[in-house]
């Protein structure tokens, strides 16, 4: 990608420790007022998610959830993690951006850590003697996951912030409005150009020249992946949402 945030979400809570502290203390709030800033201000753009999680059983903007405030907070209040990285994806698809690989660390250990009071609990439904433990575990990953999304959110905002006053604030070229506006890009109704292999999905760009990556196992949809182009350039490319792995996309050079 072309450019890299602002800031590092470990250096977000320096940079806006105002915000940084009002996120930790009103996660719920923080994700809708988020999602309203980098929407513009216009929520007739809202879907859930902003469709970075559709499935084959869901697909954002066909359940009432376009444009409807409500669903915005329903989403933020009970699916607070979606809500965060949802916004952080459509900024980074918004204006071209590559997190840095410290970012990436920090939220990898924090599915770690999630993952790993998952275990915990379940063993100690099995084991009771596994109880303290797990409520530790559960504990320290609760935390963690507080901080985590707090650096995300004001990372994020720090980003608009800092667009808005440098000018800079326009959307990339090639930018299709997120998850749910890639999803449903026109098809061959639509412009009237064969559809195109349902095994393939391509990455928007203005570039012509494209090399085939095959998304490996665990890799989804927002993930930086570094590859080689075949110029022997190593580059980072994000996998497009509705990418899964196994899939092929074309990646740009």
């Not at 990436?104 to 993952?115: E, P």
């Not at 559960?138 to 995300?152: D, E, G, H, L, S």
């Given at each position: 990608r072309a450019n890299m945030f602002k800031t590092g979400m470990k250096d977000a809570p320096c940079a806006d420790p105002a915000f940084c502290c009002v996120s930790c203390i009103c996660p719920?709030?923080?994700?809708?007022y988020l999602r309203h800033e980098a929407l513009d201000g216009n929520l007739d753009?809202?879907?859930?998610?902003?469709?970075?999680?559709?499935?084959?059983?869901?697909?954002?903007?066909?359940?009432?959830?376009?444009?409807?405030?409500?669903?915005?907070?329903?989403?933020?209040t009970f699916c607070e993690s979606c809500a965060v990285s949802s916004t952080r994806m459509y900024i980074m698809d918004k204006y071209d951006i590559s997190s840095d690989p410290c970012d990436?660390?920090?939220?990898?250990?924090?599915?770690?850590?999630?993952?790993l009071a998952c275990i915990c609990t379940i063993l100690a439904i099995i084991d009771p003697s596994f109880r303290d433990c797990a409520e530790l575990i559960?504990?320290?990953?609760?935390?963690?996951?507080?901080?985590?999304?707090?650096?995300?959110n004001t990372q994020v905002h720090y980003e608009i912030g800092e667009r808005k006053k440098d000018g800079t604030d326009a959307p990339a070229a090639g930018f299709a409005g997120g998850g749910a506006s890639y999803n449903a890009a026109p098809k061959a109704d639509d412009m009237g150009r064969p559809p195109q292999d349902p095994t393939v999905v391509a990455v928007p760009a203005p570039q012509q020249r494209t090399f085939p990556v095959v998304i490996p196992d665990g890799v989804f949809a927002g993930t930086q992946l570094q590859v080689q182009a075949p110029t022997g350039q190593l580059m980072m490319f994000s996998v497009p949402p509705g990418a899964t792995p196994g899939q092929q996309v074309l990646v740009p050079y």
């Open positions: 719920c709030c923080v994700n809708c753009n809202y879907t859930c998610c902003q469709g970075y999680y559709d499935c084959m059983c869901f697909k954002a903007g066909s359940i009432g959830d376009q444009g409807n405030p409500c669903c915005l907070c329903l989403e933020g990436r660390r920090i939220i990898r250990f924090n599915n770690c850590m999630q993952l559960r504990f320290i990953a609760n935390i963690v996951y507080a901080i985590t999304a707090a650096c995300m």
